[in-house]
């Protein structure tokens, strides 16, 4: 077969999610990016996906927040834009291949279609791993999500006491997962589910360390 830009073996995202009860504490002192995205592809665990970020910009996640109302009032300070595909997560491991693409044709097919997310993006190094921390506005307001990525599998994995319950393999806290259907419609049924159950830890990523 003949290689193309699409060809390589690091098109794979290694990570662990969580889902955070609320915004920690560390993010106070911290500046976001903002994330507009747009799922065009959102099935069976395949995803198609146009993004935009934007910093220096810190944007108030409520459920009121429009991401295209947002995107428009932010077009001339979009300075990164990729295209990415996205196949099925197994494990803490899904294929990823993303690539950068022209700022101004990226905002023009969010803005023009697909299935919108908006966030804030906080990064923080926690210990010995980078942590991205997702605030999320519009439909999935109020949701928090951490997650820790690494060049190869996330185990033996020090999980600071912000993260509530993990979420790596499920589905429905996917970006893609969101944009088909947003937090706002099965909040609570995931609580009762947080209630009864109590948090799960996965047991197959080495051993968990809770800081």
Same mark, same amino acid.
């Given at each position: 077969?003949?290689?193309g830009p699409w060809d390589s073996m690091t098109d794979f995202e290694f990570e662990r999610r969580f889902y955070c009860a609320q915004p920690p504490a560390e993010l106070a002192d911290e500046s976001p990016t903002l994330i507009v995205q747009s799922y065009y592809v959102h099935q069976d665990n395949y995803a198609l996906r146009v993004r935009v970020q934007v910093h220096d910009v810190d944007v108030d996640m409520t459920r009121a927040t429009d991401a295209r109302s947002v995107l428009r009032s932010l077009t001339d300070r979009v300075s990164e834009a990729f295209v990415t595909v996205k196949g099925p997560a197994v494990g803490g491991t899904r294929y990823e291949a993303e690539r950068e693409i022209d700022q101004h044709v990226a905002t023009e097919l969010i803005l023009r279609g697909g299935s919108v997310i908006i966030?804030?993006?906080?990064? @923080?190094w926690m210990g010995e791993d980078g942590w991205s921390v997702d605030v999320f506005g519009g439909d999935n307001h109020p @949701?928090?999500?951490a997650e820790a990525e690494r060049s190869g599998p996330v185990t033996n994995l020090a999980i600071p006491a912000?993260?509530?319950?993990e979420i790596t393999d499920q589905r429905r806290f996917s970006n893609d997962g969101l944009a088909s259907r947003p937090f706002d419609q099965w909040r609570d049924e995931f609580i009762r589910e947080l209630d009864d159950q109590g948090p799960h830890f996965e047991q197959v990523f080495g051993r968990n360390r809770r800081v």
């Open positions: 077969m003949t290689s966030k804030n993006r906080f990064s @923080l @949701l928090v999500v912000f993260c509530v319950s």
